[in-house]
């Protein structure tokens, strides 16, 4: 079936908002933070240890998986639930950000019919169209797909961006329109950049092709600043339906899934939690702590005394540091254990707030000790 | 407490016998395989799953620890229990080995006070001595400590291992004399190389300085042959007593411990079920099997089908295929959980057929399979 969105409190305050999200595998509360398992695993972890973190939604990729091992050996897996032992809700995404990001130092070239490029592991020429990565995506079977967009840089001018948005719109309603799988929703995705008229009118025109659920694209790209991002926001949503889950993409510092819960985000995934912890680095209320520190080495407490995760109750910052600077990949799995969780529990802190109409306060509190 | 090994069977038709090692952390059945975590961890897996794979003894490396993160910081951690959150009994290894192995090719000086040599990690000059290395695993506060050996190639002639059997036997009893922990045993090291007499005549001495049980030692070095190895074991064990553990060192080859187990061994570790785990390898019944290869690309049953592991109760070869092919840490993790789970399968399956006087024949149609 295809996902379903429900409303049940808006925020007095602010435009947050705490709702539930339907899907194939069980329902949901949202706002929530969804893990990101690029290669049909979240680096280090079993789908075990991510149900244990309370993980809802997780993140496989289209463009990776597509390479390897190949959408037809998924298929004849049973899809992607049954090839990684995950019977929670999958989303994909289209590929698109991956063509443009992996390519980014490549020759590509973008053309009506889709995008050319070189593999990143092999630099076999390869051409992405919004058809073919619809078609991966219903083999892979995932409860959400994502519709193939550009994702341009945050540098491109108007004249590039206002042309990019019209290609990303007639890509849109091919994707739509070539897709087949009933169990599957699809979301439809805005882009604009900063310009506040490009995101309207992305906003509207992809409201138009009535999709599952939308994506705020094109946030997370290099060279983009904070204000960038929450503008980006601002300017897109107050386009998008309110019966609709709405999704930002690639983003996953604390202080930003804050700031896009706040302007009416429900949906958040990012990298960040796994590739943190594999430089040796935890999330925390008080900010980021780098375990490599010499002054954790007897430091015979867990990362934060009152985390609930399973790193936290059975290990304390000298073992992971000794882990860390050892090069022990225990250091980083323990730490993704932690960051996840982190992120996680962050969202469900949030929802509790918004219950109470007390999310803003909440933020701010947040906000302050983390920055400090 | 000192550990306390009791004989409870004799099997008939082999010296293999069947007991059980009562330890700090309570009393396991032998023979037993017992996994290493070099660095106070086994490489990518927890403690607790190590006790999901029944796991008794496990191994911690005393020259690594003392160059990271030292004795000290460990002992201020409550010992090596406490800092890696393992509450089942822990052995150590004195060092020696690795003062051979990792300055294999560097200048090292072995003298009567103990071994000058170089750091593997930043050269830094260093002298590990017996009682250095005694005082080390005291702080560390393992239940068995080894005593430091000299470790000659297994090319040494006869004159040299005659003066190393001497020297090691020295140092042996240097090492007992400065022990001091209570609730630590000791283990003294038979070597003698491929030489008959000098193994006789170093397991006679080693039990004369009275230890808490015996290990052989010098049959995992490079260059030594399945039949040195074996010829090393029927030297030493009709001259080690049998109401205590004898332990062959180093030695995790399948074969290798069905070999050990029948000439009247109790205790083994290896690095090879992690090591080849990275490399893709899995252990099974019918030999090693290597997941790279092409024809498990969509083979969607387990690595073996009656295997109780956690890997095998949830994931398909394909899918570890696809991890290790795609170079995700995850694929080394889950085949390290089969692999170690093998080795202590493989002897909890021996001490069943030693208990009913089956072993020989156990053994034979093992190894017929394993190595067709």
């Not at 049973?78 to 090839?83: N, P, R, V």
């Not at 992971?320 to 932690?338: A, D, N, Q």
């Amino acid at each position: 079936m295809k996902i379903k969105y429900t409303l049940l409190k808006q925020d007095k305050n602010s435009n947050a908002r705490y709702g539930t999200l339907k899907t194939n595998y069980g329902t949901y509360e949202t706002p929530m933070f969804m893990p990101v398992g690029t290669l049909a695993n979240v680096k280090t972890l079993t789908t075990d240890e991510l149900k244990d973190m309370n993980s809802a939604v997780i993140l496989a990729n289209t463009y990776h998986l597509w390479l390897r091992p190949s959408e037809e050996v998924i298929a004849h897996a049973g899809g992607l639930h049954a090839f990684m032992n995950y019977d929670g809700p999958i989303l994909t995404d289209s590929g698109g950000f991956q063509v443009f990001s992996l390519a980014k130092n490549k020759k590509k070239d973008i053309v009506e019919e889709g995008v050319h490029f070189k593999s990143h592991l092999d630099g076999r020429k390869l051409l992405l169209t919004p058809e073919l990565s619809i078609q991966i995506q219903n083999k892979l079977d995932s409860d959400i797909a994502m519709s193939f967009d550009e994702c341009p840089p945050a540098s491109a001018d108007y004249t590039y961006m206002e042309n990019s948005v019209k290609r990303t719109l007639r890509w849109a309603k091919r994707g739509k329109d070539a897709h087949q799988n009933e169990r599957q929703s699809l979301f439809g995705i805005v882009q604009g950049g900063v310009f506040e008229d490009l995101r309207r009118y992305s906003a509207l025109e992809t409201v138009k092709l009535d999709f599952d659920g939308y994506s705020i694209g094109g946030v997370a790209n290099d060279g983009e600043s904070k204000e960038d991002m929450y503008h980006a926001i601002d300017y897109s949503i107050p386009y998008l339906p309110k019966d609709k889950p709405r999704y930002l993409m690639g983003v996953g510092e604390p202080v930003d899934i804050l700031e896009g819960i706040e302007r009416g985000i429900d949906m958040f995934d990012c990298v960040l939690p796994t590739r943190i912890a594999r430089h040796g680095n935890a999330f925390t209320k008080n900010g980021r702590m780098n375990l490599k520190n010499l002054k954790f080495k007897e430091d015979f407490t867990p990362i934060e005394e009152d985390c609930d995760c399973y790193t936290c109750k059975h290990y304390t910052k000298a073992y992971i540091r000794h882990l860390v600077v050892s090069g022990e990949t225990l250091g980083g799995r323990l730490l993704s254990i932690h960051n996840i969780r982190f992120l996680i529990r962050l969202t469900e802190e949030a929802r509790e707030a918004i219950k109470k109409d007390n999310f803003v306060n909440f933020k701010e509190k947040f906000i302050e000790q983390y920055t400090k």
